[in-house]
T-cell receptor, first 115, second 110 residues
Framework: NAGVTQTPKFRILKIGQSMTLQCTQDMNHNYMYWYRQDPGMGLKLIYYSVGAGITDKGEVPNGYNVSRSTTEDFPLRLELAAPSQTSVYFC??????????????FGPGTRLLVL | QKEVEQNSGPLSVPEGAIASLNCTYSDRGSQSFFWYRQYSGKSPELIMFIYSNGDKEDGRFTAQLNKASQYVSLLIRDSQPSDSATYLCAVRGATNKLIFGTGTLLAVQP
């Protein structure tokens, strides 16, 4: 049981380049999330999904796009990378129980540097 | 006012002492409260959750919730050097999204 997996672990992008951060979970969780964490800061929600085909914006969605075509996968797309997108990106998943009494499980993270 | 506030620390305690980590939140409608531990360069891992007022104990960890004061805390008894990490408080409100604090860095001195 791998849990939540993310690829790549580390990437350097030039300004203006694009890339996709991959996230896969094998726990059959309905909910999936993308967060970014800047140094010394908490996690900020970028996008989330409550099921295949359904996505919604979080606190900091600008410059990102997502899709959810399957329950397992939730890729995050960066278009026209900017230095402000230098961060550590975490994908997470949860069952999606009513009332919010549930745990989010985090992937190992992707460290992105935009130069 | 930030939605979830934590003292960034570092909080330094000697080995064997009690570490007390505090968190306040602004949304009175918040229902669920979580403490995550994050080691440097690693992903957050859940250590405690609490939904009702009062205390909840799990091993060396005790979470305390006071909804009237909008305050949640984490006590770590018999602190060990392996407890040295950043502790993130997270709160789930009416929107069903988790809002994280910036974390408190705990350093346990041998």
């Amino acid at each position: 049981n791998a849990g939540v997996t993310q690829t790549p672990k580390f990437r350097i992008l030039k300004i203006g380049q694009s890339m996709t951060l991959q996230c896969t979970q094998d726990m059959n969780h309905n909910y999936m999330y993308w967060y970014r964490q800047d140094p010394g800061m908490g996690l900020k929600l970028i996008y989330y999904s409550v099921g295949a085909g359904i996505t919604d914006k979080g606190e900091v969605p600008n410059g990102y796009n997502v899709s959810r075509s399957t329950t397992e996968d939730f890729p995050l797309r960066l278009e026209l990378a900017a230095p402000s997108q230098t961060s550590v990106y975490f994908c997470a998943s949860s069952l999606g129980l009513a009332g919010g009494r549930e745990t989010q499980y985090f992937g190992p993270g992707t460290r992105l540097l935009v130069l | 006012q930030k939605e979830v506030e934590q003292n960034s620390g570092p909080l330094s305690v000697p080995e064997g002492a009690i570490a007390s980590l505090n968190c306040t939140y602004s949304d009175r409608g918040s229902q669920s409260f979580f403490w995550y531990r994050q080691y440097s360069g690693k992903s957050p891992e859940l250590i405690m959750f609490i939904y009702s007022n009062g205390d909840k104990e799990d091993g060396r960890f005790t979470a305390q919730l006071n909804k009237a004061s909008q305050y949640v805390s984490l006590l770590i008894r018999d602190s060990q050097p392996s407890d040295s990490a950043t502790y993130l408080c997270a709160v789930r409100g009416a929107t069903n999204k988790l809002i994280f604090g910036t974390g408190t860095l705990l350093a346990v001195q041998p």
